[in-house]
């Protein structure tokens, strides 16, 4: 069954270092998500991403924050400056045809910022 | 806030009993669907309802969904200790939304 990868599973980053979660979609989906997971908090979203644009994105998603997805296969998530905060584990997740199906998400990377 | 909410917290059966599960969200949506997460792991996608959709089963698995009361319930028959995991409900939202809302969870433990 098709996957949705990510890597690393765990990185330990020194407070004020930028960071850059990778994920690898499913080949023929389109919609691109990224979710975080304070531990014991529910699931937030994080941001959308559709036609290689942000198509919504959460106030957690501020200008420290950033997606691209640079060759058709890769999805990233950038961290620029990393605060204690942000440790949390990051989910990407994709979708053939958007919300209204169900999403595929990946095993998660554990962000630990100290 | 469209964001949804479990109840119980946490639920604790025998192997064999049903597990029932509850959502409540507070806004109109297109969907619900609930998912199930394995300790330290990622989130799989177990069954969706839309809004215009009462009831569905897939499995052992079987949802409500209550428009009018704003919540929806998640029954596992038959439980199984592999069914030992944290289920949230998450709902997508009617605005164009492009973005799940996830409610606390509900931790469920299955003992053998």
């Known amino acids: 069954e098709p996957e949705v990868t990510q890597t690393p599973s765990h990185q330990v980053t020194q407070m004020g270092q930028e960071v850059i979660l990778r994920c690898v979609p499913i080949s023929n989906h389109l919609y691109f998500y990224w979710y975080r997971q304070i531990l014991g908090q529910k699931v937030e979203f994080l941001v959308s991403f559709y036609n290689n644009e942000i198509s919504e994105k959460s106030e957690i998603f501020d200008d420290q924050f950033s997606v691209e997805r640079p060759d058709g296969s890769n999805f990233t998530l950038k961290i620029r400056s990393t605060k204690l905060e942000d440790s949390a584990m990051y989910f990407c997740?994709?979708?053939?045809?958007?919300?209204?199906?169900?999403?595929?998400f990946g095993s998660g990377t554990r962000l630990t910022v100290v | 806030s469209q964001q949804g909410e479990e109840d119980p917290q946490a639920l604790s059966i025998q192997e064999g009993e049903n597990a029932t599960m509850n959502c409540s969200y507070k806004?109109?949506?297109?969907?619900l669907q609930w998912y199930r997460q394995n300790s330290g792991r990622g989130l799989v996608h177990l069954i969706l309802i839309r809004s215009n959709e009462r009831e569905k089963h897939s499995g052992r698995l079987r949802v409500t969904l209550d428009t009018s009361k704003k919540s929806s319930s998640l029954l596992i028959t038959a439980s199984r200790a592999a069914d030992t995991a944290s289920y949230f409900c998450a709902t997508v939202g009617i605005q164009g939304a492009q973005k799940l809302v996830f409610g606390q969870g509900t931790r469920l433990t299955i003992n053998p």
């Open positions: 806004t109109s949506i297109n969907n």
């Open positions: 997740a994709s979708s053939e045809i958007g919300v209204w199906y169900g999403y595929t």
